[in-house]
């Protein structure tokens, strides 16, 4: 005898979808705010590699255009340049708010550059 199953698994089926779904949107979230700081992170090795072209105040300028670019926050222009002889060190910090439900969670990046000549 065959049982008519209709139905029966409509509310599994349901509940893993809409957990796929948050699962999706939340790492979409999560993925994008660190692919932003390793943009940043790239810019600012650039601009250490080529520190010898240009002075520190036209680093800081073209940092702060690229951080905006990203729409990081306002901390992330705080660009700190320090050069030693045979030496040049870029870095800046900032705090970038993840959503989660429920809750907000603040992570730390500190993007950084250094290069020797």
């Not at 698994?9 to 509940?15: E, H, K, Q």
């Not at 702060?64 to 926050?73: M, N």
Request: charged share 25%.
């Amino acid at each position: 005898m065959v049982k008519s199953r209709a139905g029966g698994g409509t509310l599994g089926a349901i509940l893993t979808v809409v957990v796929i779904v948050a699962l999706s949107y939340y790492s979409w979230e999560i993925g994008g705010t660190y692919w932003k700081f390793y943009q940043f992170r790239d810019r600012m090795q650039q601009e250490a590699r080529f520190a010898g072209l240009r002075s520190d105040l036209v680093i800081k300028r073209r940092l702060r255009a690229v951080a905006d670019s990203l729409a990081l926050p306002k901390d992330a222009g705080k660009i700190t340049v320090r050069r030693r002889v045979g030496s040049i060190q870029i870095w800046a910090e900032y705090y970038e708010s993840i959503e989660f439900p429920g809750f907000v969670r603040e992570v730390h990046f500190h993007p950084a550059a250094k290069v020797t000549f």
